[in-house]
C-alpha cells in the first residue's frame, strides 16, 4: 500500500473539521467507507473521498436524516440527487424565510421598547403612523373571561398567517367613551401585526396619519387620567379626533405578573 496516497482517520477527521467517531458511525450506518483498511485494521482514506464527505456532512447541516442519505446513495444517479438538491433548496429557502420574521420581530421589539423607556410618561405627543393592520373580535360582556376567549380566537387567526413577524395586543374605545369621561370595559378586541402580511383575509385596517398619544405603566386606572389628558390637549388646540380611541399594551419584561409589566398608550387619530 503507498502510504502517501492515504490519510489515516485522524488526519482525515482533521482536514475535514469532523471527528474519528463520526467517520466510524458513518461506516456502520453503510453511508462513508474507508477507501482501504489494512490487515491491522486501520482505516485510511484518500484525498478523492472529500467531495463525497463533505457533500455528506453539508446534507447533515441541513437537517436531511441519515437513512435519507443512505437512501440518496443507493439511488446513485443524477437525477435522484438533483431532485435531493431541490427539496433541500425550497426547505432551506423557507427557513430563511421563518428566520427573516423572527430578526422583523426582534428588531421591532427592540426599536418598540427603547422607545417606550425614552417617552415622558403621563405627557401628550403627536407621532405619524403607517397604516397597520389588525384582527378584531367584540366581546357582548366585556368581561375578563370573554376577553380570554376573544384572544384565543384572534391567536389563532394570528398562528394562521404562519409568518412570526409579531403582534400587539389591543383594545378600542369609543371617543365618546373617553371624551365624557366614561371609560367602560373593552368590547372590541384587537390583535395588531408587526407587519402587513401576504394574506389580508379578516384584517381591518388602522390608516395612516398624525394620533395624538399618551404612554404610561401603570393599572387600567391609568387609562381614565390618559385619556382626560388626550381630551384636554384637543380641546385646547381645537382639534377634531377619530371616531375611536386605541389603547395598546407593550411588554416591559419576559414575566408578567400584573398591569405594571406593560406600557400602556392610549392612542386616538387627529382629523383635522
Not at 365624557?180 to 378586541?189: A, E, M, S, Y
Not at 381614565?224 to 395598546?248: I, P, S, V
Amino acid at each position: 500500500m503507498p502510504q502517501t496516497k492515504y490519510l489515516s482517520t485522524g488526519e482525515f477527521a482533521k482536514i475535514m473539521n469532523t471527528t474519528k467517531e463520526t467517520l466510524f458511525h458513518y461506516e456502520e450506518m453503510g453511508i462513508f467507507y474507508p477507501d482501504h483498511v489494512g490487515k491491522n485494521g486501520y482505516r485510511y482514506y484518500s484525498i478523492h473521498q472529500t467531495d463525497s464527505l463533505d457533500m455528506i456532512m453539508m446534507l447533515r447541516d441541513f437537517g436531511v436524516p441519515l437513512k435519507e442519505i443512505k437512501k440518496s446513495m443507493e439511488h446513485a444517479d443524477t437525477a435522484h440527487l438533483l431532485d435531493l438538491y431541490q427539496n433541500e433548496i425550497q426547505s432551506m429557502e423557507q427557513k430563511i424565510q421563518l428566520w427573516k420574521s423572527k430578526l422583523y420581530w426582534l428588531h421591532c421589539q427592540k426599536e418598540q421598547l427603547e422607545f417606550l423607556t425614552q417617552v415622558p410618561e403621563d405627557t401628550v405627543i403627536t407621532n405619524e403612523q403607517k397604516q397597520r393592520y389588525y384582527f378584531m373580535e367584540h366581546s357582548v360582556s366585556g368581561s375578563d373571561k370573554d376577553i380570554e376567549t376573544k384572544y384565543s380566537i384572534l391567536f389563532e387567526k394570528y398562528n394562521d398567517l404562519q409568518t412570526p413577524f409579531g403582534y400587539i395586543m389591543a383594545f378600542r374605545h369609543p371617543s365618546l367613551d373617553i371624551l365624557q369621561d366614561q371609560l367602560k370595559p373593552p368590547h372590541d378586541i384587537l390583535l395588531f401585526l408587526n407587519k402587513k402580511p401576504a394574506k389580508r383575509i379578516g384584517l381591518h385596517i388602522l390608516p395612516a396619519g398624525t394620533y395624538l398619544s399618551v404612554y404610561f405603566c401603570g393599572d387600567n386606572g391609568h387609562s381614565q387620567k390618559a385619556g382626560r389628558l388626550l381630551k384636554d390637549y384637543a380641546n385646547k388646540h381645537q382639534l377634531k379626533l377619530a371616531t375611536y380611541f386605541y389603547e395598546f399594551y407593550y411588554a416591559n419584561k419576559i414575566s408578567i405578573t400584573s398591569d405594571l409589566d406593560y406600557y400602556t398608550e392610549l392612542t386616538v387619530q387627529i382629523l383635522s
